[in-house]
């Protein structure tokens, strides 16, 4: 850990972003929309950098929901050309700091060249243990969820299991994110606040954070002032203080 961050105890193990404010940014400064997303992936490196150096084990990002594909067609091309020339330059990043990549959502619908960069980067970075970074890719919560209730619907059709026997961790198990606890502190910048079909089963109990502050201007501070005010918090999951 550098020297300039505080000392955090109780840190979040799973944190999920909604990076939101990208057009925002851009109309601000007399840009064209797609200049904000350009702005936008480059601050994705610090928020990564520092959720590694802080021993979040779980990032979640929102890269593009499956809403995000009735965008104009420029801004969506320049949505994916994007994801590709920023998993190209941001493997050694990956590397160096030991994260392995994963992507959830319906990624069979992003073109052939993301498909490909990503799966090559996923490949690459599969055996990093410190952190795990989720790109949420062409993600819907409740096409997630539509696709839960489906496999499980014909698992118990072919016996394969008890309608009793459905329960939290049945549900946990089919999720695009199974192989990761539920989130621990939502952040959603641009000052919105809304959920935007993001992770619905998996916030059930997370602390959530709005901010005012566009995404592309997002920085370390911004982060760290999330977290501050995530460990303020007393998280009682249904108990009362007392019991806990
Ligand atoms: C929301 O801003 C942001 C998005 C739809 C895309 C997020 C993408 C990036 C940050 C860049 C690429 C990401 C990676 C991981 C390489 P908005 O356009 O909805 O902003 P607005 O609400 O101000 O219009």
New binding site residues.
């Given amino acids: 850990m550098t020297k300039d961050l505080p000392k955090l105890k109780n840190i979040p193990t799973h944190v999920a972003v909604i990076?939101?404010?990208?057009?925002?940014?851009a109309?601000k400064q007399g840009l064209m929309?797609v200049r904000?997303?350009e702005k936008?992936?480059k601050?994705?490196r610090q928020t990564v950098e520092t959720c590694a150096e802080l021993g979040v084990k779980y990032l979640t990002?929102?890269?593009?929901?499956t809403e995000?594909w009735k965008?104009p067609k420029l801004?969506v091309d320049t949505?994916m050309k994007?994801?590709v020339s920023?998993?190209k330059k941001e493997l050694p990043t990956l590397q160096n700091n030991n994260i392995s990549l994963k992507a959830v959502g319906a990624l069979e619908l992003l073109p052939a060249t993301a498909q490909k960069e990503l799966q090559e980067v996923i490949q690459a970075t599969k055996d990093n243990s410190h952190m795990s970074l989720t790109?949420a890719l062409s993600y819907g919560s409740r096409e997630e969820l539509i696709s839960v209730i489906k496999n499980i619907a014909s698992q118990v059709k072919d016996g394969n299991l008890e309608i009793e026997d459905i329960d939290n961790e049945v549900i946990h198990q089919h999720l695009y994110t199974s192989f990761m606890p539920d989130v621990d502190l939502l952040i959603r910048t641009?000052g919105?606040q809304r959920i935007s079909n993001f992770l619905l089963w998996q916030i059930a109990y997370a602390e959530l954070y709005f901010t005012e502050v566009?995404?592309p201007d997002f920085r370390k501070e911004h982060l760290i002032e999330a977290i501050y005010n995530y460990q303020d918090r007393e998280r009682r999951f249904g108990k009362t203080s007392e019991q806990l």
Wanted: no cysteine; glycine share 12%.
């Fill in positions: 990076m939101d404010g990208n057009g925002r940014w109309k929309r904000g997303h936008g992936a601050a994705v990002l929102y890269a593009f929901s995000n965008r801004e949505l994007l994801l920023s998993l790109l641009s919105e566009l995404w």
